[in-house]
């Protein structure tokens, strides 16, 4: 063989092998989120954040896979299915619904892949010990941590009888009981009313709940449709406190809202109000941090908990990622899965914009007070309250 035949031979050779460990080492990420239907208020603000993730995990070239669920489950489940037979993904962020992801959990039992949720409800994660949901993990703080804050807000201001009207599904359900477990003896609950997130009209839930005269009223809904409620409410004259949930942190609440929504309370992640909190808040600089690249890609005053939540998601697997390749398991395969889930089963001290992470084997979410505040509404925009 000539020799320049024989070196151009050697360099095929050496750059095939280097294309083959690149392939090899690159983490696949499959991201299900709901960029329409009615949770679109929240997945379009999660699809914003997954655009700022860098193109690295854990220093290793990474790929995402994004789909959108269309706000259905089983659609969901069918991108889960996509996700980890074709794409063979080594995780999944999403989905935005916690019924999607309650459904998604067999999937994840067969296939063996993390999941990092971005629904709230702590039934996606509890009880840690069921075998399906050992491979899942969520970013959003647990409805009981933020039941807390609400409940801890109402004592400050002397509430004593409090007003439930919550979604007719697993978030209202879930926010019913953990907001009634916090609330203990000393705040009764006088009413409880439901509503279908497509309702076009609450006005007979919005009579009951005022007719058992509540010193406050709680909406336990999530994006747009947690506004009817609450315009309905003051439509008939309602003048007391009105809470939220963390689920209402969406740009289009607000605009839906308009002044309406005007001195709504609500618990939230440290990042959705990142400027206002005071120095010695310990997340305060990465909230800030993020803040800032979101806004200078988005614009000014449009960040959300959602927004916030995908890139801590970004930052949790970035974190584990890094772990799990030390084991050598390599990415696309079971043992690497494995390997992942392990590690982010490992995470200590992790900050991220809404948050401190402390995830082990007994809490799959890892938030502790850090992660929550207490907002107002203020002249269109969320606020701090405290």
């Known amino acids: 063989m000539p020799k320049r035949l024989s070196r151009l031979a050697v360099l095929a050779a050496t750059l095939a092998s280097l294309l083959s460990l690149s392939a090899q080492a690159e983490v696949v990420i499959g991201v299900d989120i709901s960029s329409t239907g009615p949770a679109a208020a929240i997945g379009i603000q999660t699809n914003n954040a997954v655009r700022l993730w860098p193109a690295t995990l854990g220093g290793e070239p990474a790929r995402y ?58 039934v996606i994660v509890e009880p840690v010990d069921d075998p399906k949901r050992r491979w899942a993990f969520k970013m959003p703080q647990n409805d009981s941590l933020m039941a807390s804050a609400l409940v801890d807000d109402m004592r400050r201001k002397g509430i004593k009888d409090v007003a439930f009207i919550g979604f007719a599904d697993s978030y209202g359900d879930s926010w019913w009981a953990e907001f009634t477990k916090a609330a203990g003896n000393d705040i009764k609950v006088v009413a409880q009313e439901r509503f279908q997130r497509t309702d076009a009209s609450v006005m007979g839930q919005v009579l009951k709940a005022m007719a058992a005269k509540p010193d406050a009223i709680l909406i336990a809904g999530s994006g747009t449709p947690a506004a009817l409620p609450q315009k309905t409410l003051l439509e008939r004259g309602y003048k007391g406190p009105i809470y939220q949930t963390h689920g209402i942190g969406t740009l289009e609440f607000l605009q839906v809202g308009g002044k309406d929504v005007n001195g709504t309370l609500f618990p ?36 959300t908990q959602f927004a916030g939540d995908a890139y801590g998601a970004w930052m949790l697997l ?37 948050g401190v992470l402390n995830i082990s084997k007994t809490d799959h979410q890892g938030f502790d007070e850090r992660a929550r505040v207490m907002g107002v509404i203020r002249d269109g925009r969320f606020s701090y309250a405290d």
């Open 65 to 122: 896979v994004v789909l959108d669920d269309g706000s259905d489950v089983s659609r969901a489940v069918r991108n889960f299915r996509k996700l980890t037979s074709e794409d063979k993904v080594d995780a999944i962020v999403g989905p935005n619904l916690t019924a999607s992801a309650l459904a998604g959990l067999d999937v994840l039992a067969e296939t063996g892949t993390p999941m990092v949720a971005l629904a709230a409800s702590s």
């Open 318 to 354: 970035d974190s584990a990622v890094g772990r799990a390749l030390k084991t050598g398991a390599k990415p696309g395969t079971p043992e690497f899965r494995a390997a992942l889930r392990d590690a982010l089963e490992d995470t200590r001290d992790l900050v991220v914009p809404n």
């Open 268 to 303: 939230t992640g440290p990042g959705v109000v990142a400027r206002e909190l005071p120095d010695s808040n310990p997340v305060k600089a990465v909230a800030v941090g993020f803040a800032d690249k979101y806004e200078a890609q988005y614009g000014a005053n449009t960040l």
